[in-house]
């Protein structure tokens, strides 16, 4: 069974740092593009961060300059290294993997930032 195991979410302070992970835990074909969503109280879902395999990365403007993702192809791995955290990126922080087979979703990793 494929699936994605998420891992780093915490409580930080506002300004602080954490570095969430997504792992593929399965044998899977040709991933093409992973990203991270989230999802904070009373808000829609919204797209934080995106990496194709050609190499194309995408953030919200709302992350620019704060967030980075980054891709282990070999560990079928994404990270997404957040900064300068403020209370408005308190949210379930989910990772997305997109092959063509499949379209997986992860748990979901909760991220709370204190002012």
């Known amino acids: 069974q494929v699936q994605l195991v998420e891992s780093g979410g915490g409580l930080v302070q506002a300004g602080g740092s954490l570095r969430l992970s997504c792992a593929v835990s399965?044998?899977?074909?040709?991933?093409?593009?992973m990203r991270w969503y989230r999802q904070g109280p009373g808000k829609q879902r919204e797209l934080v961060a995106a990496?194709?395999?050609?190499?194309?990365?995408n953030y919200a403007d709302s992350v620019k300059g704060r967030f980075t993702i980054s891709r282990d192809k070999a560990k079928n791995t994404v990270y997404l290294e957040m900064n300068g955290l403020k209370p408005e990126d308190a949210a379930i922080y989910c990772c997305?993997?997109?092959?063509?087979?499949?379209?997986?979703w992860g748990q979901g990793t909760q991220v709370t930032v204190s002012s």
């Open positions: 997305n993997a997109i092959s063509p087979r499949y379209n997986l």
């Open positions: 399965g044998s899977i074909f040709s991933i093409y593009s």
């Open positions: 990496s194709t395999s050609g190499g194309g990365i």
